[in-house]
């Protein structure tokens, strides 16, 4: 994986190291005072810029009749799947959207690491091209993540298949009768 930022302008490379800043802050502020083992071992593994950004390819015209601006694209992975939940991100969501520092919008994707390399060990497209392309902005040591499995045709199909049930039924629509009743 990466770490460079060299071809991002310089303001963008002070806006991602506030971004690291806050997600550090706001963790460390999410996990005091907390009596749960599971939280005060807690930690940040890795915070990987992917997207756009890290590919060079992002658009900042906000002085456009569009007004069209990127965001960064953030993958953290923390060392639980139980502090991936979204009552731990909220408040830095919050502050990533509202702080002076960061004019960039900043889309933040929290999963356990275990989790993640699950993901790449069954080969699912989104977290293999985050491996790939990704830029390590922060990472606690130097542990890779898990290289990604070249699937079978039958494990391509489950893969593919778990996926479509899994996205079809968030996106279900109720029918005509069902909004009437």
Known sequence: MRSSLEHLPEEKQRELARVVA???EEFADALSGTSA??????RILKIILFGSYCRGTWVDEPHTM????SDYDILVLVNSKHLAEPQYWDKTTDRLMWDKDVKTPVGLI?????EVNNFLADGQYFFVDIRREGIALYELDDRPLAEPRKLSSV??????KEHF???Y????VPSAWQVRS
Do not use: N, P, S
């Not at 083992?37 to 807690?42: L, P, S, T």
């Not at 929290?110 to 275990?114: D, L, S, T």
């Not at 039924?169 to 279900?172: T, V």
């Open 165 to 167: 049930e899994r996205q």
């Open 66 to 69: 569009k007004g069209y601006r």
């Open 37 to 42: 083992a599971f939280k005060k071992r807690g």
């Open 169 to 172: 039924k968030a996106a279900a």
């Open 110 to 114: 929290v999963h356990g690491a275990r």
């Open 22 to 24: 806050i997600i550090h």
């Open 155 to 160: 494990d391509a199909y489950r893969v593919a």
